[in-house]
């Protein structure tokens, strides 16, 4: 079993759909990391929380820390939208190394 | 936000050729820079960490002798594929951290192809 499990794995809807992308993960963590995968590769970093609730435009994101869950939204979902999205943690021992869940491939059809 | 430029996009090349990738911070001094490889539909794969001014440490299982890194600087670090064959192809993928346990921030990814 993978220490960070994403679900689904993949996703297909409709504009407009409010889409959610689950994160559980095993380890103890100092930090959880979402992260955008576009199709060409490039990686953008959406959300690094450590607690609560964060914000940025049609993205939310969610952390709790005593289920060891975390979950991604997007509200009033896009095409652009379409790609894969990564949970990546921080485990407490302090190594700065991530470890990344298996990915969601998000598909969101005009 | 924190920029990371990764260094070719794309390369493609004959087996036999060394290959040099380079990832530099761009508005932020990285004291830690990590290499990746992703094969197509799969995850992220670490394979080596480097601190400024020291030795990389490589996950098990990757040749140091093949896959050089050098991070001279607080900018800069690169990775040498040597002597590539056709298995190296892959996507190479940097991210670059500052201290403090700061987000790990990527650049683009370079597509290394092997003929």
């Known amino acids: 079993k993978n220490e960070v499990e994403q679900s689904p794995q993949n996703l297909t809807a409709q504009e407009g759909e409010f889409i959610t992308i689950n994160c559980s993960y095993s380890?103890?963590?100092?930090?959880l990391h979402w992260l955008q995968q576009h199709p060409g590769g490039g990686i953008v970093s959406l959300f690094m929380?450590?607690?609560g609730k964060k914000k940025h435009g049609r993205l939310i994101a969610t952390i709790n820390i005593q289920e060891k869950h975390s979950s991604l939204h997007i509200t009033a979902s896009h095409p652009r939208d379409s790609a894969v999205y990564i949970c990546?943690?921080?485990?407490?021992?302090?190594?700065?190394?991530?470890?990344f869940g298996t990915g969601t491939r998000l598909k969101v059809l005009a | 936000g924190a920029v990371v430029s990764q260094h070719p996009s794309r390369v493609i090349c004959k087996s036999g050729t060394s290959v040099k990738i380079e990832c530099r911070s761009l508005?932020?001094?990285?004291?830690?820079m990590f290499w990746y490889r992703q094969f197509p539909k799969q995850s992220l794969m670490l394979m080596a960490t480097?601190?400024?001014?020291?030795?990389?440490?490589?996950e098990q299982g990757v040749e140091k002798d093949k896959f050089l890194i050098n991070h001279a600087s607080l900018t800069l670090s690169t990775l040498t594929v040597t002597s590539a064959h056709p298995e190296d192809s892959s996507f190479y993928i940097c991210?670059?951290?500052?201290?403090?346990?700061?987000?790990?921030?990527f650049g683009d990814g370079t597509r290394l192809s092997i003929l």
């Open positions: 991210s670059a951290t500052g201290p403090f346990n700061q987000p790990q921030h």
């Open positions: 380890v103890g963590i100092s930090a």
């Open positions: 929380l450590s607690s």
């Open positions: 990546a943690v921080l485990p407490v021992s302090g190594t700065y190394k991530y470890i």
């Open positions: 508005d932020f001094q990285a004291t830690t």
């Open positions: 480097s601190n400024e001014g020291s030795k990389a440490t490589y």
